[in-house]
């Protein structure tokens, strides 16, 4: 399945404009693990400023996420795709995705914690989640279940962490009214 769905990102790049592939790979730039943790500490203070119960799970989401995902990565050491198809440079393993983890980590806070604009802001973190997982296949730098793997362990890390994090909230609150 990878050889074949990376084949045909990689025969769709003849069929599309320089400048669309030029967008792809910025918007594959602007949402690099490192920025879009960068996104979530600003995610962070913002809520800081509202005086959130939750202002720092948006930052501990990434950065767990990401640490997971970079043990992942030097323990399996998946080699990437031929570099010589690469339209970004990539060093380090190929599994699971850095982007996809980050991207998703992401999304699944703003599921989890927008009310406001709840519905616009979910829809958009989703859609570029989306947007970027395809752009990594598209700039010929991932396999398929690198993505997959990256997207799943993004949801899922946060997931587990909202629990936990519910978990000590809601018995810091009764210790603090006993």
């Known amino acids: 399945m990878d050889q074949m769905v990376w084949h045909l990102f990689i025969a769709s790049r003849d069929h599309v404009p320089h ?3 030029t967008l792809i790979i910025g918007w594959t730039d602007l949402f690099r ?8 500490l600003l995610i962070t203070i913002y809520l800081g400023f509202r005086r959130s119960s939750w202002v720092l799970f948006p930052a501990l989401c990434l950065l767990t996420s990401a640490m997971i995902c970079e043990v992942l990565k030097r323990v399996i ?3 990437r795709p031929p570099s010589a198809y690469h339209l970004v440079s990539e060093t380090s393993a190929s599994f ?3 982007h996809a983890t980050a991207v998703c980590s992401l999304a699944m806070v703003a599921t989890l914690l927008c009310v406001r604009w709840r519905r616009l802001i979910v829809t958009l973190a ?5 947007g970027i997982m395809l752009s990594r296949l598209y700039v010929g730098v ?12 993004g949801v899922v890390c946060t997931f587990a962490l909202w629990v936990l ?3 000590l909230h809601s018995r810091f609150k009764i210790a603090k009214k006993t």
């Not at 693990?33 to 979530?40: G, I």
């Open 33 to 40: 693990p490192a920025l879009t943790t960068l996104y979530a």
């Open 77 to 79: 050491d998946r080699p």
């Open 165 to 167: 994090w519910q978990k």
């Open 126 to 130: 989703w859609v570029n989640a989306l």
């Open 142 to 153: 991932h396999w398929c279940t690198d993505v997959i793997a990256g997207a799943v362990l």
């Open 96 to 98: 699971p995705s850095g």
């Open 19 to 21: 400048v669309l592939s």
